[in-house]
């Protein structure tokens, strides 16, 4: 149980955004707490292709209504009957659900299990360090169940075949050589007499005793030169000269950047520099630069939870002291980090004067020390257990921590009626115990589970 994680690993995705991978137990919880929409598409190796949640998890979901008229009965009903081979795996896992937890006011199973999904709620929830905590964009959207205008339209990523190419005998009603030729004058453009002929193709008769073999060809010369003038490819982005990039390098964290990424510091530097020529604000160069700072974190995420037990200690440690550097300047500063990130209001005023965010830099560092070392030496994690869960419940009690407060921050419903100081104090006191528990193989396990939002999110 605590070997390396060999468990299958689930994806959400929602509105045209991925979420995951989620273990089965993380997965089996998510579902128990009807957090799945309809809308929702799942996917998890060895299924062909993405599948709505419904057909996934048909426990959980109540059965559509029969339609009032039904004028004749559809071939289309017949798929329902016959589930996709992805969905027949899964539904083993649908009949654990049928029990599930019925309202907030009602004790859970376990405490320690739904701590256990506190981690799995902020990971697919998204928008932050700790997104679960905003209830009033992400949390309203995915646990609530904001009713949308319009169906949300999920890109999934899955490979596309390409149509196989038309040929005589493929295409309906295979037309002789001549009739193809004579549909080209339909296009919108004349053909060029000069042009080759499309694969399969052949010309008319007409076409090829038409020129005499001693004529002269009607070629124009500036229209072939035109064709082998190469474009010319443009000038790739330089930070010679850059003030920004004077003042970033005396920052440890943009120094490992610019190291480790010099094609995207370059780019996103000397996109920052255009911006400052062209009198854009302060704060709309500073945003620049924390949402490319976002989107390299997220893009190296898998690298970064792969590293040793101790870089991802010293990554919660920092993020601790990240958080009580913002909540010094208020709660609007550290709720504001909690629901949104490096992108929120107070980090975006910090990156304006970025010799000044020692905290904020010290947690970039950490995270990116971590994204180094996972990606030269990665290290295998086991998954977080129900004992260690005891171990951290304890810790939490040594704070202070109530039954009430373990339900709460288990549960994002109960978690959203609490004041933003309240969250706040909660996520402080969450990483506080788990750096606290002694025993470093159950530290290890729990911080790997809660560290995944702090780096994907």
């Known amino acids: 149980m605590n070997g390396p994680v060999t468990e299958t690993q689930w994806y959400i995705a929602r509105e045209g955004k991925q979420h995951g991978p989620l273990t089965d137990i993380e997965m089996r919880t998510f579902v128990a ?73 009602k004790p859970p199973r376990g405490v320690a299990r739904r701590l256990a999904t506190a981690a799995v709620v902020l990971t697919v929830i998204g928008g932050g360090a700790f997104a679960f905590a905003t209830y009033r964009e992400p949390l309203m959207q995915l646990v609530a169940g904001k009713p949308a205008a319009k169906p949300p339209v999920v890109k999934a990523e899955l490979p596309v075949e390409a149509p196989p190419a038309a040929t005589a005998d493929t295409a309906p009603d295979a037309a002789k050589p001549t009739e193809t030729a004579a549909a080209a004058p ?198 977080a257990v129900k004992s260690d869960y005891d171990v951290l419940i304890k810790e939490l009690g040594k704070i202070g921590w109530k039954e009430e407060d373990l339900q709460t921050f288990s549960n994002p419903r109960l978690l959203s009626k609490r004041a933003p100081e309240q969250v706040c104090k909660m996520v402080l006191e969450w990483f506080v115990a788990h750096l606290a528990v002694k025993d470093k193989a159950v530290q290890d396990r729990l911080l790997f589970e809660t560290l995944k939002p702090v780096v994907t999110g």
């Open 33 to 105: 707490h009807s957090y799945l929409r309809v809308t929702d598409l799942i996917w998890r190796p060895g299924m062909a292709e993405w599948l709505p949640a419904p057909q996934v998890f048909p426990a959980v979901f109540p059965a559509p209504a029969a339609p009032a008229a039904a004028p004749t009965p559809q071939p289309a009903a017949a798929p329902a009957a016959a589930p996709a081979p992805g969905a027949e795996k899964a539904s083993p896992l649908s009949s654990d659900f049928d029990e599930a937890e019925a309202e907030d006011a």
């Open 186 to 383: 339909e296009t919108a453009f004349s053909p060029n007499p000069n042009a080759p002929l499309p694969a399969g193709s052949t010309a008319a008769p007409a076409q090829a005793t038409a020129t005499p073999a001693d004529a002269t060809p009607q070629t124009a010369p500036e229209v072939k030169t035109a064709a082998l003038t190469p474009d010319v490819p443009p000038a790739p982005p330089s930070i010679e000269g850059s003030q920004l990039d004077v003042r970033l390098q005396k920052i440890p964290a943009w120094v490992m950047i610019k190291k480790d990424f010099p094609d995207w510091y370059v780019g996103h530097i000397a996109a920052a520099e255009k911006m400052i020529s062209d009198k854009r604000p302060e704060g709309d160069v500073a945003l620049h630069l924390a949402q490319g700072l976002v989107a390299l974190r997220r893009q190296h995420a898998d690298k970064a939870l792969a590293a040793s037990p101790e870089k991802l200690r010293r990554v919660a440690s920092a993020f601790l002291d990240n958080l009580k550097s913002l909540q010094s300047q208020g709660v609007s500063a550290c709720y504001g980090f909690i629901s949104k990130g490096e992108t929120s209001p107070a980090v975006v005023q910090l990156m304006q004067q970025p010799e000044s965010a020692t905290a904020f830099h010290a947690q970039v560092t950490a995270i990116f020390e971590a994204i180094a070392e996972g990606g030269k030496t990665p290290a295998k994690h086991a998954s």
